[in-house]
């Protein structure tokens, strides 16, 4: 919120939403969260945007992305770009740097969704036979096919293949019966 000129400083924290926005930096930073699990959570803390209204998805983007928390000021119309403040700043700058890593995806993360998704068990366990890169797996639309691929940002062109399900299934099987004798229940 704006401070009054007596104070010195342009801006200052509100006392009832700064400690849950500087919390739910903390949280997000840790990469256990996915944007909509964070929401949920400030909900049930009670954040509020500036009108007592809970937040929106894209609010809690916007306030993830916002460098004003770490005391960055950047406004280029007035040729201002990344100044310090004359502000005590919500966050550090390393916490705020840190959430910007796990936004962009270049901090690793251990979102329950990215760990285990119940139709891809073997995710990244699965190798790429000529790379070595682990695969994941997506529905086709429409096909009832799983494919298999190296992420994009990772493979050559063309690398993946799709297999039916039932074949990738009864392969899989095949596989493991091959490798580990399992114990058949009579």
């Known amino acids: 919120m704006n401070a009054p000129r007596a104070m010195g400083k342009s801006l200052m924290a509100d006392p009832e939403r700064a400690p849950l926005v500087r919390r739910a930096f903390e949280q997000y930073a840790t990469g256990?969260?996915?944007k909509e699990q964070l929401l949920k959570q400030v909900r049930t803390w009670g954040l509020t945007n500036r009108r007592g209204r809970p937040l929106t998805s894209q609010a809690i983007g916007v306030l993830l992305r916002n460098q004003l928390y770490a005391g960055i000021v950047d406004v280029t119309e007035y040729g201002v770009r990344g100044k310090r403040g004359d502000f005590e700043p919500l966050i550090s700058e390393d916490l705020f740097f840190r959430v910007q890593a796990v936004l962009s995806?270049?901090?690793?993360?251990?979102?329950?969704q990215q760990r285990a998704h119940p139709d891809f068990p073997l995710r990244?366990?699965?190798?790429?036979?000529?790379?070595?890169?682990?695969?994941?797996g997506s529905w086709s639309k429409g096909r009832g096919v799983l494919r298999f691929e190296v992420p994009l940002r990772e493979r050559a062109a063309g690398a993946g293949f799709q297999v039916a399900l039932e074949a990738q299934g009864a392969g899989?099987?095949?596989e493991l019966d091959a490798d580990v004798k399992l114990p058949r229940s009579v």
């Open 105 to 112: 995806g270049r901090a690793p993360t251990t979102t329950p």
């Open 172 to 174: 899989f099987i095949r």
């Open 124 to 136: 990244a366990f699965v190798r790429c036979e000529s790379c070595g890169r682990g695969l994941t």
């Open 32 to 34: 256990r969260f996915t």
